[in-house]
């Protein structure tokens, strides 16, 4: 099943991208063209490709474990020896010096190793672990993406709803100059205004600063310039998650979402590693070839010689005590295993607690950008009223400034809610392991 959802995962991955490349060509300023940039660019995702390549290689390891082994020696040997005296006739008496040439080569086939095989067995479940730690890092950064994306935006909303509140308690604060000069209001309404002035005018410099640093958020992603971002269209669909049960997504998050899968695999590697270690206690079986060519030019004896040896042998290794090195790594690679299982518990549990919160997050953001939308129609109303009972003479300028400060919020709480919705849906496919390509295609479909 689980190998079912990995390949799945990796040709809808694959698919989409082509078609995504091929079938619109990102624009600069929209968000497939910052997440164009980032697949290119980003230091995290990009050091993830890396390291896949790098876990790719445990199988090829494993498999030498089983291939055989060939080693060439070749040596050059001078000696040199000086006999005084000997009881042996055999040895002449006096100096003598000769070369000695050798070559061999040996092979070494394994027969029987268990260990090399449970290896294999534990080097594909790495693999497999390691094509989901990849698409876990692409999902990680479209979702890294989307948020900087979504934050920028949301500073930049922010910051018109105070600009539009800076201008419109500015106009309060000439008209409460002027009615306060003509001894139609009294100073108080125009030192409240003032006071109100200068806190939306300071709260203006702090979201502008609060802008900059989430531009910056996207550049340490995408790794360019600042550049242009374009903001939520007026009226983007709000639909439910589908299907519209809580359970099912819960579910889904619990089999499916990447971090359980990937911990489902380290677990079933810790549990291979058991058995490879216990493979130490079981007795191996090589062949081993020997070549030997010898050439020398003399000897102790006198004269040279030149020998070619082969040997061919079957060795059996029984392993009778290590001083209880292979009990200690079993009982380590044990414990380990237990650790892994108690990590997956971990992970399962987040990802149904992720599900729950992105899933309510989703249905709460949708409930707060319909009501937030009535509030600002009502509110206007509002406001409208009490700036002409202001110049009646009906209502004091802090009912008028009130009025406008919670406009304002209104706006800045609806444009919130819009951009958590956007966030909650994304996270909520992020957490059940399906956030793909078309999901950010889809959004950037919702940017003017």
């Known amino acids: 099943m689980n190998r079912i959802i990995c390949t799945t995962l990796l040709a809808l991955f694959v698919a989409i991208s082509l078609v995504t490349h091929l079938a619109k060509p990102a624009s600069a300023g929209d968000l497939l063209f910052y997440y164009e940039l980032a697949l290119k660019s980003d230091p995290q995702f990009t050091g993830s490709k890396y390291e896949h390549l790098a876990n790719r290689e445990v199988l090829d390891q494993a498999y030498a474990g089983l291939l055989p082994k060939i080693y060439g020696d070749a040596n050059y040997t001078f ?13 002449a008496v006096g100096n003598t010096t000769y070369d000695s040439r050798g070559f061999s080569l040996n092979l070494v086939q394994p027969l029987f190793r268990y260990g090399s095989f449970v290896g294999v067995g534990q080097a594909r479940s790495s693999l497999k672990r390691s094509d989901l730690e990849l698409e876990k890092a692409r999902q990680d950064l479209a979702l ?18 105070i600009k539009a509140e800076e201008d419109a308690v500015q106009s309060h604060y000439e008209l409460a100059k002027m009615r306060t000069a003509n001894g139609l209001a009294p100073i108080t309404d125009l030192y409240d205004s003032e006071a109100r002035l200068a806190a939306v005018s300071a709260q203006r410099v702090e979201a502008e600063n609060f802008l900059d640093d989430k531009k910056q958020a996207l550049v340490e992603i995408c790794g360019s310039p600042d550049m242009e971002t374009r903001p939520l269209k007026a009226d983007i669909p709000l639909a439910a998650p589908f299907p519209d049960k ?22 079933e590697i810790a549990e291979k590693e058991i058995e490879r270690q216990k493979a130490a206690h079981y007795p191996s079986l090589d062949f081993q070839a020997d070549y030997i060519l010898k050439d020398t030019d003399g000897t102790l004896f006198g004269g040279g010689s030149n020998t070619i040896t082969y040997d061919f042998i079957f060795k059996i290794n029984v392993p009778i005590y290590e001083g209880g090195l292979i009990a200690s790594k079993t009982r380590e690679a044990s414990n380990k295993h237990r650790s892994a299982v108690q990590e997956l518990e971990k992970q399962v549990r987040a990802a149904e607690r992720k599900a729950r919160l992105d899933y309510s997050g989703v249905m709460s953001a949708m409930s707060r950008v319909e009501a937030m939308k009535k509030s600002i129609q009502a509110q206007n109303l509002v406001v409208e009223a ?27 709480e609806y444009s919130q809610a819009r951009n958590d919705y956007v966030l909650n849906t994304l996270r909520l496919k992020h957490a059940v392991g399906t956030l793909n390509d078309e999901d950010i295609r889809q959004l950037n479909s919702w940017l003017q």
């Not at 000696?79 to 040895?91: C, E, H, L, M, Y």
């Not at 890294?144 to 709803?161: F, G, P, Q």
């Not at 009490?386 to 800045?412: M, T, W």
């Open 246 to 267: 809580l359970e099912n997504w819960v579910a889904a998050a619990t089999t499916q979402n990447l971090a359980v899968l990937i911990q489902k695999y380290k677990a």
């Open 144 to 161: 890294r993406l989307v948020e900087a994306y979504m934050n920028i935006l949301s500073a930049y909303d922010k910051l018109l709803a």
């Open 79 to 91: 000696t040199g020896q000086d006999i005084r005296s000997s009881d042996n006739t055999v040895f």
């Open 386 to 412: 009490k700036q002409e009972g202001f110049k009646a003479g009906l209502f004091i300028g802090i009912a008028v400034l009130d009025s406008l400060q919670d406009l304002y919020r209104y706006r800045k």
